[in-house]
T-cell receptor, first 118, second 113 residues
């Protein structure tokens, strides 16, 4: 089985400060990892993904995420937060193992509300 | 994603009514998904389909059914709606060629009274 945990329901940060939204995962094999963002009354938008290669992944809107296999984490980061970054953020994982009941499916965390204060 | 559309966008219905939510995509993807979103619970997978002849139950399929009418269309039905099915419903698509990134529709807000 695959699972994702986002330990913080809410993250608050001042504009211009760095931000981190935490995510840990559990899979049987190697993971595909994703971050999505949801603005009010909108669907989820893809931010970035990790498949293989460099542990630091860069994505849209200046976001990046660091894959840490030993800690089974994939934290989302941004060096300087903007008020417009305020939204709901979801981490998701897919088990790369072929076959099995989890093949091809994404499992999402419960989401973290990011609020950036002016 | 504008290439994934959902109808209706909002629906209010009464307990016991049959409801159909529709999803269409122009991305040419073979995989389609239905999720529901509840506050604090993230997204839960209801059903998924890897092609027209392949439909699978997700984590919370009880009370729901689906139909994959064509590669581009995937409908979700609530045979007899109940109030705890009040939620935001999302359709998504993906394809092996896109590295399994999923593309989401705008969502349908369903209220069951």
């Amino acid at each position: 089985a695959q699972s994702v945990a986002q330990p913080e329901d809410q993250v608050n940060v001042a504009e211009g400060n760095p931000l981190t939204v935490k995510c840990t995962y559990s899979v049987s094999g190697n993971p595909y990892l994703f971050w999505y963002v949801q603005y009010p009354n909108r669907g989820l938008q893809f931010l970035l993904k990790y498949i293989t290669g460099d542990n630091l992944v860069k994505g849209s809107y200046g976001f990046e995420a660091e894959f840490n296999k030993s800690q089974t984490s994939f934290h989302l980061k941004k060096p300087s937060a903007l008020v417009s970054d305020s939204a709901l953020y979801f981490c998701a994982v897919r088990d790369l193992r072929a076959g099995g009941t989890s093949y091809g499916k994404l499992t999402f965390g419960q989401g973290t509300i990011l609020t950036v204060h002016p | 994603d504008a290439d994934v559309t959902q109808t209706p966008r909002n629906r209010i219905t009464k307990t016991g009514k049959r409801i159909m939510l529709e999803c269409s995509q122009t991305k040419g993807h073979d995989r389609m998904y239905w999720y529901r979103q509840d506050p604090g619970l993230g997204l839960q997978l209801i059903y998924y389909s890897f092609d027209v002849k392949d439909i699978n139950k997700g984590e919370i399929s009880d009370g729901y059914s689906v139909s994959r009418q064509a590669q581009a269309k995937f409908s979700l039905s609530l045979e007899s709606a109940i109030p705890n099915q009040t939620a935001l419903y999302f359709c998504a698509t993906s394809d092996l060629r896109t590295g399994n990134e999923q593309f989401f529709g705008p969502g349908t807000r369903l209220t069951v009274l």
